[in-house]
């Protein structure tokens, strides 16, 4: 059998093909020519003369799509790059990424997203797509020239970090976004009840002496944004939805017919406050970890298609930034290498998810939510491929991920579940292993 | 006899016989501070740092006299003379005032879990003198020894505690505390100064009453807290007038608590807004005592803590 090693088309055999589209996982192959999925076969083997990659059993699933990630480039390099960003995305098994607006200078002007999508080129980790601001500045006042940051590359529209509390600037930004065919992704917080606020409000905050911000935070702002989209008919896209209510509120939004869709992180999925009690600021994130009610219906939003996909939230930060006093540490953790094991561990192995549902997720439901490419194995699709060994075990070790930042509270914890590496454009990327 | 403890950083952990061994330490000491010669070599050669980056006046008078009584060698940190002017982060200041060897960290600072944190990374034994507004241990154990003098026990006491009890670490001290030795707390202030689920704090919960003169009227002891202003970015309440006839301790209040019962303030008092001036000074009131308990509370703790850095005790007849 010939090396498949930069081979313009060879077969992928022995896998496990976890496609989306058929709702299960089934043994076969798949042949990339040129960088496009040329040819499926539900057989393990292959007899032909093109040169093999012998998958050895491993599920093969599309690439995972993640649309909410900060690669902090420019401004914040000391925390991420987007070569180191893009790095830890294409070892986490994901092909593509979108990036967010709260950069320095942030992305409200063409000449940010351009450079942007140049530096992601240049790394060639992984597919960038670029969110452009809101609002110059993200200041929450004046809407950005839409239709220049689209000419540019940008395929969405957020000031996630903050929320746009003017509600008229915000119908502008909607209408205005609805010509241009852009999804608005909304960081719902009302600015004022969460101000100073360091985790979720309830018993734990209590106990701790911090203070905390109530759901009623974020439901207040879903339910603002959602009334507008009604109005405006534009597509909103509910950022990191983090409680019950919002769950609710998102639920009965979808019934009527408004044009919201919705993530949810692998840490408000995973993790609940309680695990704050020792002050641990690896876990300090916004929106900030809820109740164990919450979480139950963030999963059953998940199940029902309340929720169409997981986000990371990837949010780098620094061991100067966070290693303080609890209330001046920065909210935030990654999530791009650790995000399928932290979920498979817990969601999949822990009975509640099966594989392909997890795999829908992080590939065909983040594609429908903002249309775009990817998220299936299907004849002439590009061959972004993510190659998974569910049973491997591995620990997070500071200093080892590929990231630049450690800002995870999974440093130390084994997880199930491991990214081989992935197939960019039908090109092999090891993972980080 | 020591607490087998490297920090005293809260007293939700504390067992009723450590509480019960700190009380009784901390009256043995009482009778140091009686003598003419108010000092005991108990810590001769134990260096103790006095970090305070939140002001003090009792905290810290009492913490410095506590440990010259017991013959430490001290040092003082303030944060308006220090190089925090100059940008030097808290793990930076502590790990450098841990280069120079001191054996203890007697710390206030305004971040609730602060000494948490310095716990992970200081050798010294840490002494929480008040964090943000999560606790405040001593003062919690002067109030508990200042009733116990008066009652001997605290099994089925009613104390409520009045005020601010969601920027309390005195109240939350004192909640932990009193539940663990069998005490029944009621919480008192009013809705937007209330925490969430604060029913549920300490050994079995406490009880939560909106009504001032409802939270006394069977109180064995009442703790009045001062309306915190520097804490609360945003008012809390309409005005200090507003809080003083609803929720200002009057004689008029106290006479609808029992007539023993005992007041309590943690100080500084805000005399005319949570306490009426005839309440401070009345009979009843035993805010001298607490402060004077205080330093005795303080040596106990420290004494206990320090361990086999101590000496031991010459208590002379």
Redesign the interface.
């Known amino acids: 059998m010939k090396d498949w090693k930069d081979k313009k088309e060879f077969w992928i055999t022995g896998a496990k093909i976890a496609d989306p589209a058929g709702g299960r996982i089934r043994a076969g192959s798949v042949c990339v020519r040129k960088g496009e999925i040329a040819e499926i076969a539900w057989q393990k083997q292959i007899d032909s003369d093109l040169p093999v990659f012998d998958a050895e059993g491993a599920v093969l699933a599309p690439g995972f799509i993640d649309v909410h990630a900060h690669l902090r480039e420019p401004g914040f390099e000391d925390k991420e790059t987007i070569e180191t960003g893009t790095a830890a995305a294409a070892a986490g098994g994901y092909t593509a990424v979108l990036c967010m607006a709260n950069t320095d200078p942030p992305v409200d002007d063409p000449s940010v997203v351009k450079y942007i999508l140049r530096r992601a080129a240049e790394a060639g980790h992984c597919r960038v797509y670029v969110a452009g601001a809101v609002t110059k500045g993200l200041a929450g006042s004046d809407i950005c020239e839409y239709r220049h940051l689209k000419e540019a590359g940008a395929v969405a529209l957020s000031d996630d970090g903050r929320w746009v509390v003017n509600s008229r600037t915000m119908r502008s930004a909607l209408e205005y976004a609805r010509m241009l065919g852009l999804p608005v992704i909304a960081h719902c917080e009302d600015s004022f009840l969460a101000a100073g606020t360091q985790m979720n409000e309830g018993f734990t905050s209590t106990r701790l002496g911090l203070k905390g911000t109530p759901a009623a935070s974020e439901e207040i702002a879903v339910s603002r944004d959602i009334m507008l989209a009604q109005l405006t008919g534009a597509h909103l896209h509910v950022a990191h939805v983090s409680t019950k209510g919002s769950v609710d509120l998102i639920r009965a939004a979808k019934r009527r017919g408004v044009r919201v869709t919705a993530e949810a992180t692998p840490h408000h999925l995973a993790l609940d406050e309680t695990m704050l009690a020792g002050y641990d600021r690896s876990l300090k994130v916004n929106p900030p970890l809820r109740s164990r009610e919450d979480v139950a219906a963030l999963r059953a939003a998940l199940k029902d298609g309340t929720i169409d996909c997981i986000a990371t939230d990837h949010a780098p930060h620094s061991e100067i930034d966070k290693q303080v006093e609890f209330d001046l540490a920065p909210p935030g953790m990654t999530g791009l290498e650790t995000a399928f094991a932290l979920l498979h561990t817990e969601l999949v192995l822990g009975g509640q998810f099966d594989m392909i549902t997890l795999l829908s997720l992080l590939t065909a439901g983040p594609a429908r939510a903002l249309g775009l490419p990817g998220g299936t194995i299907a004849v002439g699709a590009p061959a972004d491929l993510a190659l998974i060994d569910p049973a491997m075990k591995w620990i997070p070790e500071r200093g080892k991920m590929r990231s630049r930042s450690n800002n995870t509270p999974l440093l130390g914890r084994e997880l199930t579940g491991r990214v081989l590496g992935i197939f960019l454009e039908g090109s092999w990327k090891p993972g980080n292993i | 006899m020591q607490l087998n403890r490297k920090n005293l950083i809260d007293l939700?952990e504390l067992s009723a016989d450590e509480i019960t061994l700190i009380l009784d330490s901390a009256a043995k000491f009482k009778e140091v501070l009686q003598r003419k010669i108010k000092k005991v070599p108990a810590l001769r050669g134990v260096t103790i740092a006095n970090v305070f980056y939140e002001p003090s006046t009792r905290t810290r008078m009492s913490f410095e006299l506590a440990e010259k009584r017991l013959s430490a060698d001290i040092i003082n940190f303030s944060k308006a003379t220090s190089s925090v002017k100059k940008g030097e982060?808290?793990?930076d200041t502590l790990e450098n005032i841990q280069a120079m060897k001191v054996d203890i960290v007697v710390m206030r600072?305004g971040?609730?879990?602060?000494h948490?944190?310095a716990s992970e990374f200081l050798e010294a034994k840490i002494v929480n003198a008040g964090?943000?507004?999560?606790?405040h241990p001593t003062q919690a154990l002067l109030d508990m020894m200042t009733l116990r003098e008066r009652w001997g026990g605290f099994e089925g006491k009613r104390v409520t505690i009045i005020g601010d009890i969601m920027h309390s670490?005195v109240a939350?001290s004192n909640i932990w505390g009193l539940t663990r030795m069998g005490a029944l707390v009621t919480v008192c202030g009013p809705p937007t100064m209330m925490?969430?689920?604060?029913e549920?704090?300490g050994h079995g919960g406490v009880t939560v009453e909106y009504d001032l003169r409802k939270a006394i009227v069977d109180a064995d002891a009442i703790n009045i807290l001062r309306i915190q202003l520097e804490r609360q970015?945003t008012k809390l309440f309409p005005s200090m007038r507003e809080y003083f006839e609803v929720f200002g301790v009057t004689p008029d209040v106290l006479r609808d608590a029992p007539p023993d019962c005992i007041v309590m303030h943690p100080g500084p008092m805000n005399r005319g807004v949570e306490i009426a001036q005839e309440v401070a000074d009345g009979p009843q009131a035993v805010i001298l005592p607490q402060v004077e308990n205080g330093v005795a509370v303080r040596m106990a703790v420290l004494f206990l803590l320090a361990g086999s850095a101590a000496e031991s005790v010459e208590v002379e007849n």
């Open positions: 939700d982060s808290l793990r600072h971040s609730s879990g602060a948490t944190f964090d943000g507004q999560h606790a670490r939350r925490p969430t689920a604060i549920k704090l970015e």
